[in-house]
């Protein structure tokens, strides 16, 4: 471009500048173009909402969802000094804390099993990533029955071994474990799917050299497969987690938030705050301390992995 | 590599029993599904006969037949509308070099931050200012954008050679045309994984189509579900396994027949 440049008028190199402006602007607006379904819906249905949902956060509203009085802080405030939003909170981690260490740990040990070169593992394999299949709520239908007080299955075997039977969704003590439980055997299907992609990315050849090395197989678990399989737990880990914190499905149809609210997670709150009571800005208000809490996680989860995470 | 038997055993028994574990809820429900109410409440495990009273009874007494079909069109919509709208802009990131491609990018990571939840107020007021309550295109169009799908297929554009694109450029074959002929095509696998993944998905969402719709000429089968659930007062569990097994079938089949590809296709976009 420098050389022609030289040999050219003046006149003719503005003509180049231009034509190369021309097709940037050219190369800009094609773009735009290409991007502009995305942005639109985008803007329609994720930042204006976001921005709408900040701005009722801080008012009260009428029935049909209009700010009537600006209110402030208040129904932060509110939220935090509110008994039934702080159970909410504490249901919301607790639920957290039972489903994302089971999904992973028993996601991990069946995608470890299933990584063994056997005859018909496929099935296998199947079998386990049957679960992404299953809706949330005909998975809340099948849970429903085991859970059943009488004839549910889980009460049948405790009584078989001679224990008491469980009111598991009608106890307060119970009930959270109940849908943490079948919550855990929804997400099996998809995270064990992930991580056997996972471990099968993982180079053979480390195998090879670890057994000519006369590594044990649990060695080879902990040196190899783990650090090699990070990147893979990480994204699992963040995935399981924000989808803890939207769980919504399970809860309406096993629990309905009941007993004494115990089961009342975030999503339930909101919804319930929002479309039975049409209390819209303080149903707002918690739609943002979700957003927060769901933003923070995944930047620091993405600091920690940076760190932590072995890539290759 | 050899393995010894010992090993093997062990592992075939492990692998068994964990697949029992596993599947035993949905096992439970299909042979529910072929019981009497008799049967069940002497707690049964296998069904006696094969009769299919429970799938003709639910199907007589709810709009099943119309869910299914609600389901169907707003899940394809979703898969189509993903399709384009996500390739377009995959497209857009791989072969076009922009200013201000690098922030737009990074404003698609970032909508990933968003829970769709914590939107959700406002978008139920913009499908019902829109009209778009109990609409095909209020269940469908919040969901066309995805930046998932934008990053999965922008990975799978990226393998097509640069050399491709600018000999298409010499040959004066325009942007549209390019994308259409060539990159669509080459992108066929990937596409694919993502149309089951965006069927899967929407064919199981649950919370929006409780608020987009009202009325059972627009409900989708999860509601009925929830429905049936409710109204049968817990006595007639048949009844209730046959639908919710009617409503598992379609998405179990695709995925045992996309599974492989759906786990390429998900670790491909989760971790590149």
């Known amino acids: 471009m420098k050389d022609t440049a030289v040999i050219l008028s003046d006149e003719k190199q503005i003509d180049v500048f231009k034509a190369v402006k021309k097709q940037k602007l050219v190369r800009f607006l094609k773009g735009m173009l290409f991007l502009m379904p995305s942005i639109v819906l985008f803007s329609l249905f994720l930042f204006y909402p976001l921005g709408r949902t900040i701005y009722l956060s801080f008012f009260l509203t009428d029935g049909s969802g209009?700010?009537?009085?600006?209110?402030?802080?208040?129904?932060?405030?509110?939220?935090?000094?509110?008994?039934?939003?702080?159970k909410s909170l504490r249901a919301t981690f607790l639920f957290v804390l039972y489903t994302v260490p089971g999904t992973i740990l028993v996601s991990l040990f069946l995608a470890i099993l299933?990584?063994?070169?056997?005859?018909?593992?496929?099935?296998?394999?199947?079998?386990?990533?049957?679960t992404m299949g299953i809706s949330v709520a005909a998975a809340s239908v099948f849970w429903m029955f085991l859970f059943h007080p009488t004839i549910g299955w889980l009460n049948q075997i405790l009584q078989a071994l001679g224990f008491n039977s469980i009111g598991w969704l009608t106890d307060p003590q119970w009930a959270l474990l109940a849908v943490s439980i079948s919550t855990i055997w929804m997400n099996l299907g998809f995270?064990?799917?992930?991580?056997l992609g996972g471990l099968q990315s993982i180079d053979r050849y480390l195998y090879e050299s670890a057994d000519i090395d006369g590594a044990s197989y649990f060695y080879q678990l902990r040196r190899i497969t783990l650090p090699m399989l990070s990147p893979t737990l990480f994204f699992v880990i963040t995935v399981t987690f924000i989808n803890a914190f939207q769980t919504?499905?399970?809860?309406?149809?096993?629990?309905?938030?009941?007993?004494?609210n115990e089961t009342q997670l975030i999503v339930y709150s909101i919804y319930q705050e929002a479309f039975m009571n049409y209390q819209f800005g303080p149903a707002s208000a918690q739609a943002i301390f979700l957003f927060i809490v769901i933003l923070l996680l995944t930047l620091i989860q993405f600091k920690l992995g940076e760190r932590k995470v072995h890539y290759q | 590599m050899t393995?010894?038997?010992?090993?093997?055993?062990?592992?075939?028994?492990?692998?068994?029993?964990?697949?029992?574990?596993?599947?035993?809820?949905?096992?439970?429900?299909?042979?529910?599904?072929?019981?009497?109410?008799?049967?069940?409440?002497?707690?049964q495990i296998i069904p006696s006969s094969l009769s299919f009273e429970?799938?003709?009874?639910?199907?007589?007494?709810?709009?099943?037949?119309?869910?299914?079909?609600?389901?169907?069109?707003?899940?394809?919509?979703?898969?189509?509308?993903?399709?384009?709208?996500?390739?377009?802009?995959?497209y857009a990131f791989v072969f076009i070099d922009f200013k201000?491609?690098?922030?737009?990018?990074?404003?698609?990571?970032?909508?990933?931050?968003?829970?769709?939840?914590?939107?959700?107020?406002?978008?139920?007021?913009?499908?019902?200012?829109?009209?778009?309550?109990?609409?095909?295109?209020?269940?469908?169009v919040p969901f066309f954008a995805m930046a998932f799908g934008t990053f999965l297929l922008r990975q799978n554009f990226k393998q097509i050679p640069k050399e491709l694109k600018e000999a298409s450029e010499i040959a004066g074959i325009g942007d549209f045309k390019f994308f259409l002929t060539v990159v669509l095509p080459v992108a066929?696998?990937?596409?694919?994984?993502?149309?089951?993944?965006?069927?899967?998905?929407?064919?199981?969402?649950y919370l929006w189509p409780l608020l987009a719709t009202t009325d059972d000429r627009y409900r989708t089968v999860q509601f009925g579900l929830r429905q049936l659930q409710s109204q049968e007062q817990l006595n007639e569990w048949g009844i209730i396994m046959a639908g919710a097994i009617i409503v598992v079938i379609p998405t179990l089949i695709l995925l045992f027949l996309g599974q492989k590809k759906l786990q390429q296709g998900l670790t491909e976009g989760a971790l590149k």
């Open chain 1, 114 to 130: 299933a990584n063994e070169k056997l005859k018909g593992i496929g099935i296998f394999r199947t079998m386990y990533a049957s």
């Open chain 2, 3 to 43: 393995m010894s038997v010992k090993r093997k055993v062990l592992l075939y028994l492990l692998l068994t029993l964990t697949a029992c574990i596993v599947f035993a809820p949905t096992f439970i429900a299909l042979m529910m599904s072929f019981m009497t109410s008799q049967e069940i409440m002497t707690g």
């Open chain 2, 188 to 205: 066929k696998t990937s596409l694919l994984t993502l149309a089951v993944y965006g069927f899967l998905t929407s064919w199981n969402m």
């Open chain 1, 66 to 86: 209009d700010p009537t009085v600006f209110v402030g802080w208040e129904n932060y405030l509110n939220l935090f000094t509110s008994p039934i939003f702080l």
């Open chain 1, 191 to 195: 995270t064990f799917l992930i991580m």
């Open chain 2, 54 to 90: 429970n799938y003709l009874e639910v199907f007589q007494r709810f709009p099943l037949m119309r869910y299914l079909l609600n389901s169907l069109v707003a899940s394809l919509l979703i898969m189509l509308g993903q399709l384009i709208v996500a390739s377009l802009s995959a």
């Open chain 2, 100 to 140: 201000g491609r690098d922030l737009i990018f990074f404003i698609f990571i970032a909508t990933m931050m968003v829970p769709f939840e914590a939107s959700i107020i406002p978008n139920f007021h913009t499908i019902r200012d829109l009209n778009w309550i109990n609409s095909y295109q209020g269940l469908a």
């Open chain 1, 248 to 260: 919504f499905g399970q809860i309406d149809m096993l629990t309905r938030g009941g007993p004494q």
